[in-house]
């Protein structure tokens, strides 16, 4: 029975997950009719695929068993937002910006890059799933807190234009799902990446 309760918390995180993801297409609708990434900034989307990448790469069988429905969205979200990721480079408003978003690009290669080889060619077991789930929490950590760095914005602007109510209420709900997922699956990672939600 909790099998089959983790699964149906599993499908849900998906599902709300995929939400999530896909809730910054009018963001990305106007920058590419204005031809201009105004003031939005991209290191929530460079945070978002780098996490997306190291927590798909963790639920695959090999590293982290029974967590497949991990691997399966996570793998969908790295897909959206290299596509989030090229457009922020295509219509970047200014020379520096483009150099900012490719430098941030090229961070979350490296860094997952560095994780895929080190968990391949050192690390085997439980060695490897403790050396992925920590990448991937930290991560997380620096994903969910890397939407403050429009709060000075949304003040300035007195506008919560730059930070979407029903992509806030996606994050927490996300959160919840895949926190309950990690306590029935006694996956203390899991659990412990989304339960940093409830702490911002």
Partial sequence: MQDVVKFLFGIAGNVIALFLFLSPVPTF???????????????PYNMTLL???????????????????????????SAIEIVYVVIFLVFASSRTTRLRMLGLASGVAAVFTMVVLVSLLVLHGQGRKLFCGLA???????????????????????????MPFLLSLAVFLCGTSWFVYGLLGRD??????????FNR
Wanted: hydrophobic share 45%; glycine share 6%.
């Fill in 29 to 43: 609708w106007r920058i590419i009719k204005r031809k201009s990434t105004e003031d939005f900034s991209g290191v």
């Fill in 51 to 77: 996490n997306c990448l190291l927590s798909a790469w963790y639920g695959l069988p090999f590293v982290s068993p029974n967590n497949i429905l991990v691997s399966t969205i996570n793998g969908a979200g």
């Fill in 136 to 162: 991937a929490t930290i991560c997380s950590i620096c994903m969910y807190a890397s939407p403050l760095s429009i709060m000075r914005l949304v003040v300035k602007t007195k506008s919560v234009e730059f």
């Fill in 188 to 197: 203390p990672f899991v659990a412990v990446i989304n339960h940093s939600l």
